[in-house]
């Protein structure tokens, strides 16, 4: 067990009560670490090579959305998960980005211990540098262990958050049809 991350999750272990050697556990420091990297690994990726030049010029300057695109993240708190959609929508000035840019932007940030109110500012900022859009709307709809599993046990919370840039946020109308196309969801 060369692994650091795996010798402390040993360590938790018995930190727990538990025999780490016994069957059930042995392995589970090693898992537990290879499971924790995976969750965490949008440390491992930057902007620049997950748009990888997927920019496509185009004539359009009407809103593009990206509706329902699940996420799953770790409370930087509690390192507990919570899981959501999120919803992006950009106009667009000249440029489109690849439709899986999109989704993939938003488990580039996830998949790192965050708090909503950061994971949604960041996809917001992230899709606004990438495309250089007109407006950038996110709305991250989600659903925290750390409120189901501990504490208060609120089985039924919803957190939603929002970042609304440019002409989303400096228009009314441009936002009001961004909320009344999020409604429309099946």
């Known amino acids: 067990m060369h692994d650091p991350l795996s010798q402390h999750f040993h360590g938790i272990l ?28 949008g440390y491992e990726t930057s ?13 359009s300057d009407e809103m593009v ?4 695109i699940e996420l799953y993240s770790l409370c930087e708190h509690h390192l507990l998960p ?21 989704a993939r932007i ?10 909503q109110e950061n994971l949604t500012r ?9 495309t250089r859009a007109a407006g950038v709307a996110v709305v991250i709809e989600a659903r925290h262990m750390c409120m189901m599993m501990r504490g208060v046990e609120k089985q039924n919370s919803l ?4 970042v609304m840039l440019g002409a989303f946020r400096e228009s009314a109308s441009t936002r009001q049809e961004f909320l009344q196309l999020l409604r429309r969801q099946p």
Request: hydrophobic content about 40%; proline content about 3%; aromatic content about 6%.
């Open 14 to 41: 018995q930190g727990l009560g538990e025999d780490p050697t016994r069957e059930g556990l042995r392995d589970t420091p090693q898992r537990a670490s290879k499971a924790l990297r995976y969750l965490c690994h």
């Open 122 to 130: 960041q996809i917001a900022e992230a899709i606004q540098e990438v």
């Open 159 to 162: 957190m939603n958050t929002s």
């Open 65 to 68: 959305m990206v509706q329902n």
């Open 106 to 115: 938003v488990d580039m940030y996830a998949r790192r211990l965050q708090i």
């Open 47 to 59: 902007l620049e090579e997950l748009v990888n030049g997927a920019l496509f010029s185009s004539t």
């Open 82 to 102: 919570f899981i959501g959609q999120a919803h992006v929508a950009y106009i667009p000035t000249g440029k489109v980005l690849g439709l899986s840019k999109v």
